[in-house]
């Protein structure tokens, strides 16, 4: 359960760093002079902070999720 337990642990990181990313790429996108000053390069940047964060979050919940509920359905054998 250790293992689990870590693997868990670094789930999660992920999907706070692919959101992290995510709303840095709309802030970028909406918010930021420097990007906008940029042009299309600026577009990329932001573009490229959604799809990165978007890769590490969404597959990431469907996994984490997956290990949820092999865990409880092991819990449920066992009682």
């Known amino acids: 359960m250790v293992t689990d337990d ?7 990181c992920c999907i706070a760093v ?11 996108h909406n918010y ?13 940047i932001s573009a490229m902070c959604v799809a990165f964060g ?3 979050s969404l597959p990431t919940k469907m996994y984490l999720t997956f290990i949820l509920v092999k865990r409880e359905t092991e819990r449920k054998e066992q009682d």
């Open 6 to 12: 870590k693997l868990i642990l670094l789930l999660k």
């Open 18 to 28: 692919g959101l992290g990313l995510i709303s840095l790429g709309i802030y970028f």
């Open 32 to 44: 930021s002079d420097t990007v906008e000053a940029m042009g299309v390069k600026g577009i990329i």
């Open 54 to 56: 978007m890769a590490l």
